[in-house]
């Protein structure tokens, strides 16, 4: 058997090496390292690909989402709610632009954004809404869109670990993640579902005067050289991260079949075991079957019921299996963002994910024999 990763980026590049190299060079012979036009080139096949007006690169997606709110123009004190169960980076920039940020709890069976949640933190300061599509699952977007629009608030998606996942609306339509709201970000981390050799990230949205905005503020605020029309920031994406990028985008779409195919084998090896809660996707799609599009399992994470998760994670790395619990504080609890207007109670289904969670590898190499190690050994542990 070969030897489990966490992420298995070696083994995904060396099926498409060459193609790699090629664009690598491409970037090398051109020397236009900086705003080249493998950037340019990446750009437009991601919009294509997206189906968005406007793909804005930049170098990491922490900038990505700080760029957004640059562009719509928050002031500080504006209230912006977003999800408690997240990554730093996305309450990160709220605190840098000395924005207000309002944590809310999450759903149990998704892990995202609890839309009761949202509404309850609303008040007159409230300017936007961030919904986080965790793990690689679409927020409830229609929802919070209908919530967006009865208070006139900007609905920012933090798309960085959905790219390539599709949101199905109640009339049967269909958008990717991360085109749906006024603006969105994406981060381009080796680890992501599409991911460079380096950092990066994208901004998206079709609103073409906000495209505008955001472009100059990538490039210190520059749209004619050595005139500063808005305060910005160096933020541009590489052109050979952009040249990795555009090699792995046509395979996007079966790296995310290859992460469903996945997922579903896990939850097949795992249904029988009721100290298991498996990803359901049943918030938005009514399960994980071979048409569900929602969820592009960017992590596949297990809730355990009545499991010592901690000493289960000794026993995997102790199996030479490696996982990760994602993510064992809330963001109320971070010294950095601690506030006294926050209640426990309002952070119950946080506050128990975070004792409950564990994900297992999840990459476009696993094979079969090493989900067959892997799922036997997490119920040899659960079984004792």
Do not use: W
Request: a negative charge; aromatic letters at 8%; hydrophobic letters at 40%.
């Amino acid at each position: 058997m070969k030897k489990i990763q966490m992420v298995d980026l070696k083994g995904q590049l060396d099926k498409i090496k060459k193609e790699v190299d090629t664009s690598i060079q491409d970037v090398l012979e051109t020397t236009a390292f900086i705003n080249g036009p493998k950037v340019h080139q990446f750009q437009h096949n991601l919009e294509q690909y997206l189906g968005v007006k406007h793909v804005i690169p930049c170098a990491n997606g922490t900038d990505a989402l700080q760029i957004a709110m640059m562009g719509l123009g928050l002031k500080p004190g504006d209230e912006v709610v977003t999800a408690d169960f997240t990554f730093a980076a996305t309450v990160e920039v709220i605190a840098l632009l000395n924005l207000t940020p309002v944590l809310v709890d999450v759903n149990p069976d998704d892990f995202n954004i609890n839309i009761e949640a949202i509404k309850k933190a609303i008040t007159p300061k409230t300017k936007a809404i961030v919904p986080v599509h965790l793990f690689g699952q679409c927020a409830d977007m229609e929802a919070i869109l209908e919530i967006a629009n009865e208070h006139n608030l900007f609905v920012i998606e933090d798309n960085a670990q959905a790219i390539g996942a599709n949101y199905t609306f109640k009339d049967g339509r269909k958008a990717k993640a991360g085109t749906i709201g006024h603006v969105a970000s994406t981060s381009f981390f080796p680890s992501k579902n599409l991911g460079c050799y380096g950092d990066g990230g994208a901004i998206f949205t079709n609103d073409d005067a906000l495209a505008h905005t955001i472009r100059g503020i990538v490039n210190h605020g520059m749209y004619v050289r050595y005139h500063h029309d808005v305060v910005g920031v160096n933020s541009r994406l590489d052109s050979i991260q952009a040249g990795v990028l555009d090699a792995k985008l046509p395979h996007l779409d079966s790296y995310n079949r290859a992460r469903q195919l996945a997922a579903r084998k896990y939850n097949q090896a795992f249904k029988d075991c009721d100290k298991i809660i498996t990803p359901s996707g049943k918030a938005i799609c009514q399960g994980i079957c071979d048409t569900c599009d929602c969820h592009v399992f960017h992590q596949y994470t297990l809730r355990l019921k009545g499991v010592d998760r901690d000493a289960l994670v000794v026993y995997l790395n102790e199996n030479n299996i490696p996982c990760g619990v994602y993510y064992p504080i809330p963001l109320h609890k971070q010294k950095a963002y601690a506030d006294d207007r926050y209640n426990e109670a309002d952070f119950k289904v946080t506050n128990q994910l975070v004792q409950d969670v564990i994900s297992l590898p999840m990459h476009t190499e696993l094979d079969d024999e090493q989900i067959d190690y892997i799922t036997s050994k997490v119920k040899s542990f659960i079984n004792g």
